[in-house]
């Protein structure tokens, strides 16, 4: 008894756990006091305690760990530059893909209707946007998502039958992934825009720009992603909305093959001038990169880990490598950051686009803390730009022993989404993207930082728990 009157006698250091007011009593009582930011797991749902429960075990962690080598032993290289036509899988003269998980015509968002007006201009399935429309609505297009057909796309994330696509293989694994290439800034078919413009520009990449690009590939030998990317976040880029380095390294590697191909000076002159303007043209490599690196594990069983994470301006969702084929979703999130001069929050469409595949491999949000000059474009502090990775680390797998992050002792990217990790913390992924005007036509808006709904996860988790949960 005397030792707890002791006790009482003596000066007091508080750790306060639960609601901030008892620290801030004891505070105004000149008590030495800390908060501690604890939170019950899954929020104190029952339900989603047992789900969390029933997969934690090894069978899940053995399976996690083995996504995780595949993941990081990939070597993802740009190989070629052809139609979609030839190579995409499924592709036909009538399918659009498009970001996200399915959607309907009756439910896109506007900017991706608008997309798809201008593919079908584009594809001269259409002669009026008008005809597009009647087109779009009358089922004999067929609209898939690209993740379903090895694919990804930016924003809208619309790729036709004629669009030159980039090609890429990962070397260690064997699969291959497809992304359209950029079309530079401003009113862009990704964006919904579809003008005469546009229309013309996508023709002369796919018969000027694509032959040219596949030429000089195929001289080099193909061009390792992985390793310009690497060098890229050791530039500043975080690889989702900060390209300007991976850009720049990869004209570099680029032009000095590109110079040595068959083709007339003026069409290689042309060639080196719209790539070279282009800051965001590494991520149109990013992109396919990343997707080769999760689909070589995707369909572990047992694994919680995310494997795709999209939006199409309408619903975000999630693949997850131990449930393939299927998609979980929830509502796609407004956008926080800055805006161009002239727009409000109004005019901006939820998130849309594949390019969060980034974020699934360690990239994007997750590389924040060796990107401070990108806080610039989103608003925000250097310190904020760190405590993006610092989050992230609640949430992932593992550190990316490939992309490193100088300033923070060059610690990797944390990699691997684990759905158990995000329901049990309450901490949703973070995702760096583009602001589209909800309005096809208007282009891109800003550009800010936004995060994946919760809901998609609960219900991935409970999924996962019905399938591999202990019994």
Known sequence: MSKIN??????????????????????????????????????????????????????VNEANAKAMEIIFSARPVLVDVDLAINVIPGMTKTTILHAGPPITWDKMAKVMKGSIIGALLFERLANTPEEAIELAASGQITFSPCHEHDAVGPMAGIISASMGVQVVENKTHGNFAYCAMNEGLGRVLRYGVYTQEVIDRLDWMASDLAPVLSAAVKLMGGLDIRRLIAQSLHMGDEAHNRNIAGSMHFVREMSRWIVRTDFPKEQIAKVLDFISAQDHWSLYLTMPACKTMQDAAYGIENCTLVSALARNGVELGLRISGLPGQWFSGPAQMIEGLLFPGFTMDDANPD????????????????????????????????????????????????????????????????????????????????????????????????????????????????????????
């Open 6 to 59: 002791n006790l009482f006698k003596s000066n007091l250091g508080v750790a306060n756990v639960g609601a901030q007011t008892f620290s801030e009593e004891l505070a105004q009582q000149d008590t030495q006091v800390i908060n501690l930011d604890w939170r019950p797991p899954a929020g104190g749902n029952e339900e989603l305690i047992k789900a969390l429960e029933a997969l934690d075990n090894e069978a």
């Open 352 to 471: 849309m686009g594949d390019s969060s595949i980034a974020e699934t491999t360690g990239l994007g949000a997750f590389a924040m803390g060796g990107a401070p000059a990108m806080i610039q474009f989103v608003g925000g502090t250097v310190d904020d730009a760190i405590g993006y990775s610092m989050k992230m680390r609640e949430i992932a797998t593992a550190p990316n022993p490939n992309w490193t992050m100088p300033n923070l002792n060059f610690s990797g990217t944390p990699t691997g989404i684990d759905v158990r990790k995000v329901v049990q913390t309450g901490i949703v992924p973070n995702i760096t993207t583009g602001i589209a005007h909800k309005e096809p036509g208007m282009g891109q808006i800003g550009a800010g930082v936004t995060t994946a709904p919760m809901e998609a996860f609960e219900k991935a988790l409970k999924a996962l728990a019905e399938k591999y949960g202990r019994k």
